[in-house]
């Protein structure tokens, strides 16, 4: 693909950073630069060598930029987007990396000056950890990435950011934002969900209790656990922008768990060994088609609790 001449990433930890890898990696970009609201996090960027130059001010990081990836928390893209949408050339493409898309279009494009040139994304890949030293070139090989362009994108745009994801290794599909959000309310935030109550069912054990948890800890509950290690801020805000379709899939999931919990009580072996059947050749479907989580060599974290 055409490289593009100057790159913003706005945000610069995971999942920036090791899309930063893949453009240097590619030769996809003349220059990289990375804006952040922390300096700490920029002076890290830079000594990986993530980055050509960096700043804690976005509307100078986009200026002459020909693709901006806005890779903040959900919550804080339409604000992001004011505070750029004056330095943005019109002919500039931008795009996002984040985990819900519906809230995101309704916040971000009402800011910029060519909205058509507005391309949302998302690569369905990640790890439980943040930050700049957590990015790898990798991550995305092999990983879905959903891109909800709206009605009235231009498709050269489009066309441009599915170039990019494919460049990185990712499976583009294309679909619209409400969809995203449905899919990936049952798939992502339903399990983040979970994991998170399953630990803090634990932080509310009382302490002989929770001791023994953590050592006796096998590799069910540290293997479903391991994603209520990510990133609370952007976790947060992922509920609370797409809590129509969280909470719809939370009550059909609370409803499959009491008719579980009546199973168990009343002895019903039969229906409990017809459901782990089922749900066994689902979960084999998942690692036949190459996304179940695997642990890449290249994770500079691979070893990190």
């Known amino acids: ?9 706005i945000g610069i ?9 893949v453009l240097q990696k590619e030769g996809l970009a003349g220059e990289i630069v990375a804006a952040s609201r922390r ?9 990986l060598g993530l980055c050509d ?8 990081a986009v200026r002459g930029a020909d693709l901006v990836v806005l890779g903040t928390p ?14 943005l050339g019109t002919d500039a493409i931008v795009t996002d990396v984040g985990s819900v898309k519906a809230q995101i279009v309704q916040d971000v494009r009402p800011h910029l000056p060519a909205p058509q040139h507005f391309v949302p994304g998302h690569p369905v890949a990640g790890t439980e950890h943040s930050g700049p ?3 790898f070139a990798s991550l995305f090989r092999q990983r879905r990435c959903i891109l909800t362009p709206l009605a009235d994108a ?3 745009s489009v066309e441009r950011v599915r170039e990019l994801w494919e460049a990185a290794g ?10 995203h959000d449905k899919v990936l309310a049952i798939t992502s935030h339903l399990p983040h969900l979970i994991a998170y109550t399953i630990v803090g069912t634990v932080a509310d054990l009382e302490d002989q209790a929770r001791t023994e948890v953590f050592k006796y800890a096998a590799g069910g509950f540290t293997d479903f656990t391991r994603i209520a290690g990510s990133d609370p801020t952007m976790w947060r805000d992922v509920f609370l922008n797409n809590r129509e379709a969280v909470l719809e899939m939370l009550g059909r999931f609370t409803e499959d768990l009491v008719a579980l919990q009546r199973a168990i009580r009343w002895g019903e072996g039969e229906a409990l060994f017809d459901l782990f059947t089922r749900t066994r050749a689902i979960r084999r479907g998942v690692v036949e088609a190459g996304q179940a989580y695997v642990r890449q060599p290249e994770d500079p974290l691979a070893t990190k609790p």
């Open 53 to 60: 130059s960096a700043t804690t001010d976005p509307a100078a």
């Open 133 to 135: 030293d957590a990015a």
């Open 1 to 9: 693909m055409k490289p593009f001449s100057r790159v913003a990433l």
């Open 74 to 87: 959900p919550g804080s893209m339409g604000a992001l987007a004011a505070a750029i949408g004056g330095s």
């Open 13 to 21: 930890g995971l999942i920036n950073g090791s899309l930063a890898r």
């Open 154 to 156: 231009d498709p050269a």
């Open 170 to 179: 990712s499976l583009v599909d294309v679909m619209t934002p409400e969809h």
């Open 39 to 47: 300096q700490e996090t920029l002076d890290r960027a830079l000594e």
